[in-house]
């Protein structure tokens, strides 16, 4: 008995010794489970020794006893150990599992035209995702399953015996719809009120989508969105305004801590209610382009690359005393946007004679020529380094003055202009009129021009650049040139936004017209207006006229160079035109490259792009209320704008008698896409008169 009693001791007192060496080794959760065995061993040694001569009730109750004791002894030491041992652990742990990051996600910001209507937006869009182990217990199931097909076709082939596969896997997440918007989403939600789904059997995953307004128009000034960013969880413009304004536009992503479910990420209310007053969303670019004057161009532009098949055609529309783009049109239009081209900034031409006015603008300039000059042309041709420089026509034999050169388009006289210019000068106004820098207009994609210097010049150089040939240029180049010999001289710098605002309606950017240079006079630049004056009413320019209104320009039929020399008979067909004459407000750049024909000199620039400028101006006015009488309108507030502000109505008029420009007033004020088909007057319209306001979303008008 003894023996026994020395080594039960000796066995105590090494779990005591391995208590403390594994305490002080902080092996803390060993050292508590010796600790426990340890009391518990000789606790019931001690109860068995004692209730021997006890009745067996009370065996029964003192044992019973005994193990209640020793189950709150070790629920108390276990809490022990987690409220003061291991607090900080414990504390993490629950941290971890219930508070952390999280991410509030704005839309991207819009793109608006001039007059505000959203060109680019992004709309709400959901995921409908069902949970299989939750849903496959329903017992209304099918029901359900048919009614949600009636919103849309489920992405999932074989739903049902997916639903079962899932549910046997335990599995949480089946998507059946992608990308429903708010409408259908409300669809959904009343079937699920109607079958008392709350237990998240059927939820949505909400995201958005970029959308664009008349895209077919605006494509290659608007641009597109490209791939998605890892890095910045987001996709990236790609093109056009939305890459270059991509900065501006993108939606803020706010990195925010707070308490939240471990189900699907649900935030407590309690971490949401500060929420609302974030600014999440990008901002607002606004940009110069009118939607209705794009519109119009476009519409002009797609008619006639229709009829006469060029290879490419460009349209722009600038005001020549900001440097405002208007309007800015480019065909063909790829249906993959991947090789979407802005033609307008990224192909360069040789431009043929609606560049003589740069040239006869440098001239005039420096005082080489003047009104008084005469140039001999007896033969219609010259010859220069073994090269003959000839008209398309007889109109410049003989004697002729500067303004008949402009009036009847003379290359020779062109080329005896040149000559009173030396390369350097000559080269000089090349720089001023910013032909050998790309312009800066705030958009992706702008190509560098590529001019040699003049001391690498050829004898032919000069005299077959000034008439616009032997020297490459973008569309938008030459129309900024051509606005500086018109508006008083002054180079500005062309660009496509005009504001930039916060969500809020703080405007954080504003672009303003940027008068770089002055490069000639407002004398010669008024000599140049009455030059392309008297060639739309006595020139080459005529079938871009409009009988009551004083209009100037000028046309060009540029020789297209192929291997081994200029191709026969393939012309850039081109016209620019100006209004009003005395004053641009307008200026406007029509191009055709190859243009068919049943002729060849049916591919005159008179002929193809002429016409498509005169339809074009022809509209606008229409569109703006200004008719011959009323030009000056052009001096002070945009009258349409006036009148659309004061236009309150709840039913749509007939169109019939008040004409388009009331259509486009209404659709303006509205916010409606409206379609012109022809010109002249109103013989058909859509919706009926009569129709509310409310429920139109097209108006489409039919003139002759």
């Known amino acids: 008995m003894e023996n026994k009693r020395k080594i039960i001791r000796i066995i105590n007192l090494l779990i005591i010794f391995l208590i403390i060496l594994f305490f002080l080794l902080n092996k803390i959760s060993v050292a508590v489970t010796l600790l426990i065995t340890f009391l518990f061993g000789n606790t019931v040694r001690l109860v068995l020794k004692k209730s021997k001569g006890m009745e067996l009730f009370n065996q029964r109750t003192y044992l019973f006893s005994f193990v209640m004791i020793l189950f709150f002894g070790l629920l108390g030491l276990r809490l022990v150990q987690v409220q003061l041992m291991k607090h900080e652990k414990f504390t993490k742990l629950a941290k971890d599992q219930s508070y952390g990051k999280y991410y509030l996600n704005g839309k991207r910001g819009k793109i608006l035209d001039s007059t505000g209507r959203e060109l680019a937006y992004d709309v709400d869009v959901y995921k409908v995702i069902i949970d299989p182990k939750r849903f496959y217990k329903l017992k209304e199931k099918d029901e359900i399953i048919e009614a949600l097909k009636k919103i849309q076709p489920f992405s999932v082939k074989n739903f049902k015996t997916k639903l079962k596969e899932n549910y046997n896997k335990n599995k949480r997440y089946i998507k059946i719809m992608n990308k429903i918007d ?32 008349s895209y077919h128009e605006l494509a290659p000034i608007v ?146 020529i003047n009104d008084n000059t005469r140039f001999d042309n007896p033969n219609g041709y010259i010859m220069r380094y073994g090269h003959k420089i000839r008209d398309s026509g007889s109109h410049g034999i003989g004697q002729i003055s500067p303004q008949k050169v402009m009036r009847v388009s003379s290359n020779v006289g062109m080329s005896l202009i040149s000559e009173k210019l030396n390369p350097p000068t000559f080269e000089k106004y090349l720089k001023e009129f910013n032909l050998y820098e790309k312009t800066g207009i705030d958009t992706f994609g702008e190509l560098a021009p590529r001019q040699l210097p003049y001391k690498r010049w050829d004898g032919m150089k000069k005299y077959t650049m000034s008439y616009g040939q032997g020297i490459a240029i973008t569309p938008l180049q030459m129309i900024a040139a051509l606005s500086t010999t018109v508006n008083g001289g002054i180079y500005y710098e062309p660009y496509l936004v005009d504001s930039i605002k916060t969500p809020g309606g703080v405007t954080i950017r504003n672009n303003i017209p940027n008068p770089e240079r002055r490069v000639i006079s407002e004398k010669t630049s008024k000599k140049i207006r009455e030059m392309l004056k008297e060639t739309v009413e006595k020139g080459t320019g005529r079938n871009g006229g409009i009988p009551g209104y004083s209009i100037g320009g000028k046309t060009g039929t540029a020789q297209i160079s192929g291997r081994g020399g200029y191709l026969k008979h393939e012309y850039m067909s081109s016209f620019m035109g100006i209004f009003p004459s005395e004053n641009p407000k307008y200026i406007m750049l029509i191009m055709f490259e190859k243009p068919h024909a049943e002729s060849y000199w049916r591919k005159f620039g008179a002929w193809i792009a002429a016409p498509v400028f005169k339809d074009t101006l022809d509209r606008i006015l229409k569109y703006k209320g200004i008719t011959p009488e009323n030009v000056d309108v052009l001096e002070g507030r945009d009258y349409t704008n006036v009148l659309s502000e004061n236009l309150d109505i709840d039913l749509l008029p007939d169109f019939k008698g008040n004409g388009v420009r009331l259509a486009l007033m209404i659709a303006n004020k509205y916010k409606i896409e409206i379609v012109i088909d022809g010109k002249g007057q109103v013989v058909e319209q859509y919706p009926k008169p009569g129709t509310k306001i409310e429920d139109i979303k097209k108006i489409k008008i039919k003139l002759r």
């Open 182 to 213: 708010e409408v259908e989403k409300s669809k959904i939600d009343k079937i699920l009120s109607k079958y008392k789904i709350k237990a998240n059997e059927v939820y949505f995953e909400h995201s958005t989508q970029r959308k664009y307004f």
């Open 223 to 368: 641009g597109f969105m490209g791939a998605y960013s890892g890095e910045e969880r987001r996709k990236l413009g790609a093109y056009g305004i939305e890459r270059y304004y991509d900065k501006y536009l993108k939606r803020n992503k706010i990195e925010k801590n707070g308490y939240y479910t471990n189900f699907r990420n649900l935030l407590l209310p309690s971490d949401k209610k500060n929420n609302d007053f974030i600014e999440k969303d990008g901002n607002n670019v606004q940009l110069t382009i009118d939607y209705y004057i794009q519109y119009i161009l476009d519409d002009e532009m797609q008619k006639q690359f229709k009829k006469v098949t060029p290879k490419s055609a460009v349209g722009i529309i600038m005001e020549p005393n900001t440097g405002k783009i208007l309007a800015m049109s480019s065909y063909p239009r790829e249906k993959n946007i991947a090789y979407l081209n802005n033609r307008a900034i990224r192909s360069q031409y040789e431009m043929g004679s609606i560049f003589k006015p740069v040239i006869m603008a440098a001239a005039y300039e420096e005082g080489v």
